[in-house]
Each structure stands twice: as C-alpha cells, then as structure tokens.
C-alpha cells in the first residue's frame, strides 16, 4: 500500500498525517504564491504525476507548488504542503490538486476529472453550497476562513466536555430538511444527494458522461489489461434489490488514506458507525440522531489497567480504518496504533501502538470468533505483519509475516482460514492459527485492498486495483470462480449480506453494485452517485444496505432498504 511518506523523484505522494494548518511565505520568485497546511486536502491526486524533489527546506515543511507550467516541485519529507493559486481559494478551497491544473492550462476546472482514484469527484460541488451558490473566482481571503469552516470542528470543542452529546446541535430542523433527502421526496424530483442540478449549467447525465469519459484510474502496477474484459462476466444490471430510503448529512464520512474504504460498519439497520474526521460517530437511522461515541483528537488513556495488559497511552490519533461487531468497536491508525472500545461502556478499553516500523499504517481490522467462539481482532499493517488479538485480554495471540505489506485480511466464518491480500498480484489463504500459506489466488493484476466471505465459507471475494472482483472456490483455487467488473474503478470494499444472498462491491467514487449471488451474479444493481465512498456496509437482518460518502458539501449516509415483494401494497396503503 501506498506510505504516508513515500517520495521520490518519479513517485508517488500520498495522503499526509494530521498537522495543523500554518502559514508559510515562499521566496517572492517562486511564483509569488503562498502555501497553506490543509488536512482535510488530499495530495493523493499527484500519484500519477512526476515529482522531482529538492533539497532546501521552507518552515520544516514539503512545499509543493505549481508554476504556471504545470509542474510540480517538491521540497523536504516530512509533512506536506500545497502552493495554490490565489483566486482559486474561493472556488475550490479544499478541491483535488487536478482542479490548479486544468486551471492552470486554461481549462474549466469544474469539468477536470482527477488521474488517480481519489478523484476531484470528492470536493466536485464544493462551491455548490445551497446557500451560495454564487462565488467570485477573484475573492481573495485569508487560509484562517478555512479554520472553522466545518460544523464538526464546533462540536470537538464541546465533545471534549461532553462525550456523550448528541451531535444534533449544530443542526435545526430546518437544516434537517434543507439537507437531507427522503424517499418522498426523491420521488418527487429531488436528488437523493440533494445536490441542485436544476440550478447547474449542465445536467447530471451531462456530468456522468464527462466524469465516465475522462476518470482515471489508479494503478500501482502497469500490465496489460486488453484481454481483462474477456474474462469478465457479462451482468444483467437495471434490477433493483434495495430502493433509496434517506440520505443525511448530519453526519459526513470522511477518508485519510485514499485506497482504504472500511469506514462505515451497520449493527442494524438502525445503527451505523462511521468515521468523521478524528472521531467515529453512530448514526441512529430510527431517531435520526448522531453521537459520537469515540473522539481521538486529543490524547487517549486506556481505562482497564490490568497486570501484563499491553496497554498504552496515546496521542492525538489518524484513523485508517475501523471494524464494529456487536458492541465492540476497533479502530486502526496512521502510525501503528490499535483502539478498542466497548460501545457499551465509557472509555477505551485498549490502545497501543502495534509496531514502531517507520511504515506502520494500520490497513484493515478484522473482529472474528476463533473455533473455540473466543472473539479476537485481527490487524493487518504495512509492515507486512499480520497479528492477532485476544478480545478479553487483548493479548497478542499470533504474528505472522509476509514478503509484503498487507493491506487487507478477512477470516473465514468457521475461523479456520484467512485470506489475505497486499501489495502483490496475487492473494493468499493461510490457516488461521498459524498463518501457513496454503492456497495462492493467481488472477489479478494490480495489489488487493478488500475481501470478504459468504456465510457459506467456501467462496471469497477480492477486491483488486485492476478494477475487478474475483470469486473463488476454496475447494478449486486453481482459477477464479467469477470475475466481475466496476464502471470506472479498483473494487474498494466487499461485503456480502448475512444470508449471502447478495453481495455489494464499491468502487473509489460513484458506483456501488450489487449482486444477486442466487443467479451466479449475472444479476445486479448499480447505484449511481457522486463522491468518494468511504465504505459500504448490510446491515446484520439484510434489510438496510447503507454507503458513506465523503465530500466537503455533500458528504453523507444514504441508506437503502431491501425491496419486498408486497412492497407496492405497502405503500399504496
């Protein structure tokens, strides 16, 4: 997976660690601009383009900057920065890097479309707040406006006072209308993202056109892939499993490392988790609430003090990724850290920072019952290790090794095998007590980052870069079972419902489709959107199916619900 800090003279940036907005004045002869520290603006859009790299150092930062020619220049390593062009904090305060330079060469920004996965879709109608919908492209103003501009950053401050607010104070309930979306009302016209097309100068088909056309998506390995689509199943779509339900922005997914998308996890169809900036939030699908149950913006103290629990304080920490089951939520970090936290008691019940390795971004939690129904946690780091957690005494159990960083692992529902995935071809299941390889998944063509199992246990999903999912037959590994492609992008996240009979896959940004495992999968639904997915989630009962958006407007939960046979009559009645 890609670092944190990866740099080189043709490589790729990524996402940065959180650092405080500062200002920095750059020599008045490098393009007389200023640079700004954002964390919430995502450097991974430079993944496909050169970066040479110099040595001087302004304010301890990496300064990028962009002369009028387009090219980039980085200085220093350790955290990022960004020189935009003045006139364009206005019309894109938080946008993808893609936006400066189609501006640069003159062309309309709006309609750029970004090279790599973690696409300009992301900040796409920044400007299109409903509220203002007019802006001045020459409207100068000062990087501190960004500082409060959030409604999250209000309530940290009064969360650190009182973790168990409801996050309901920053929204009336004419906000809550003004935002948020119903099915009624999505049948009356209005877009389930609430975004105001009628009011745009071009249509949503015109934009879906465009966006299809000139998305790109990110690859870390080059192979061909002209005979890809040969393999591929030919799937039925235009079926409809789940119809739109509601979308609120009350609560907003948001994502730090653009290949990581488990960032939303349903316990019922009433209660989701998900990741808002440093804090995971529960949405109550029923009351129409959110509250956050776990903020780590400030330092983290364990409260089970026990003798031999490796336990650790803490400080302010990134989430990477998170898994809930049941009452139990685990949250991964930028720099190794491991959370646990017992959603019915107050406080942390166990952090610790899982390895001091310079690379030691945590990518995927698993929470799993062993065969001896003892639950444990597995946590896959790009260190290459994969470990194991004891659920009670949050012991470290098992650590296996592997000849490159795991970017994602998922256990069998018998708790006998792993699959696991990184940054290699190919995919792995290993025995799950000892972490022995004993079947090597030969197909894909680019690194994996998502899987998951049928209630079954004998089919795995994976989920690759080369833009396709693969089915495979535990009892057959010699070749794929299925292979099943996206729209436009890598297969991000996969979760099969309960009772297996469907199963979702998200891309990086704008598509979800479902798939009807009762007919081979040669039957399915597209769900249609605009953002980056931050991750999918069923709920346990398979009545809800909801998806995380992450954009600065238009950032959500939608959530859809199983379609019945008698649901016509329902509603008629």
Not at 267 to 284: A, E, G, P, R
Not at 313 to 327: F, Y
Not at 554 to 562: A, M, P, Q, R, T
Request: net charge negative; proline share 4%; with cysteine.
């Amino acid at each position: 997976m890609v670092g944190p800090r990866d740099c080189s003279g043709s490589g790729t940036l990524t996402t940065p660690t959180s650092y405080k907005r500062k200002r920095c004045t750059l020599n008045p002869s490098t393009n007389q601009t200023r640079a700004i520290n954002d964390p919430v603006f995502s450097l991974t859009s430079l993944a496909n383009f050169n970066v040479s790299e110099a040595k001087s150092e302004v304010s301890g930062t990496r300064q990028l900057r962009v002369p009028r020619g387009g090219n980039w220049v980085c200085q220093g390593c350790e955290t990022h920065a960004v020189s935009l062009p003045r006139g364009l904090r206005r019309l894109y305060p938080v946008g993808s890097i893609s936006f400066w330079i189609h501006w640069w060469q003159g062309r309309d920004p709006l309609m750029a479309v970004g090279p790599t996965d973690f696409s300009p879709n992301s900040r796409l109608m920044a400007q299109f707040q409903n509220d203002e919908l007019e802006y001045v492209v020459d409207d100068y103003f000062d990087v501190a406006e960004f500082e409060d501009n959030d409604a999250f950053a209000e309530y940290q401050l009064r969360g650190s006072q009182d973790a168990g607010s409801d996050f309901e104070d920053d929204f009336d309930e004419q906000s809550k209308v003004k935002t948020d979306t119903s099915a009624m009302e999505a049948r009356n016209g209005k877009d389930i993202q609430g975004i105001p097309w009628e009011r745009l100068n071009f249509t949503r088909d015109k934009y879906r056109e465009t966006r299809l056309k000139q998305y790109k998506n990110y690859e870390s390995l080059s192979r061909p892939r002209q005979d890809l689509e040969k393999e591929c199943l030919r799937v039925e779509m235009g079926k409809t499993f789940y119809d739109f339900h509601y979308n609120t922005r009350i609560v907003k997914s948001t994502i730090v490392h653009f290949q990581l998308r488990n960032l939303l996890w349903a316990t019922s169809k009433h209660d989701v988790y998900l990741m808002q900036n440093f804090s995971v939030m529960h949405w109550s699908s029923l009351l129409r609430r959110g509250k956050e149950v776990l903020n780590v913006s400030r330092p983290i103290v364990p409260t089970e003090k026990r003798p031999g629990l490796l336990s650790q304080p803490l400080s302010r920490v990134q989430i990477s990724t998170m898994a809930v089951k049941e009452n139990l939520l685990v949250v991964g970090g930028f720099q190794g850290e491991l959370i646990c936290k017992h959603i019915n008691q107050p406080g942390v019940a166990f952090c610790s920072k899982v390895t001091a390795d310079d690379n030691a971004i945590t990518n995927a939690v698993d929470i799993f019952q062993s065969p001896t129904g003892s639950m444990r946690v597995m946590a896959a780091n790009n260190d290459a290790q994969v470990r194991v957690f004891d659920v009670q005494n949050f012991a470290c159990l098992n650590q296996f090794s592997f000849d490159w960083s795991v970017n994602n692992t998922s256990v069998s529902p018998d708790g006998k095998l792993v699959a696991v995935l990184g940054d290699s071809a190919d995919c792995l299941i290993a025995d799950a007590q000892s972490g022995k390889a004993i079947g090597n998944l030969k197909g894909h063509l680019d690194y994996s980052f998502s899987s998951a199992w049928h209630p079954n246990g004998q089919i795995l999903a994976t989920g690759n870069q080369d833009t396709t999912c693969r089915l495979w037959d535990i009892r057959n590994l010699s070749e794929s079972l299925t292979v099943l492609k996206g729209r436009m992008g890598a297969i991000r996240a996969i979760k099969f419902s309960s009772d297996g009979r469907f199963m979702a896959m998200a891309e990086p940004a704008d598509f979800v489709h479902i798939m009807d495992t009762q007919s081979g999968c040669i039957k399915g639904q597209e769900i249609d959107l605009f953002g980056e997915i931050a991750g999918i989630s069923f709920s346990p009962d398979t009545e809800a199916l909801f998806v995380g958006i992450a954009d600065r407007t238009y950032g959500s939960v939608l959530e859809f619900n199983k379609r019945h046979h008698n649901q016509y009559l329902e509603a008629v009645f």
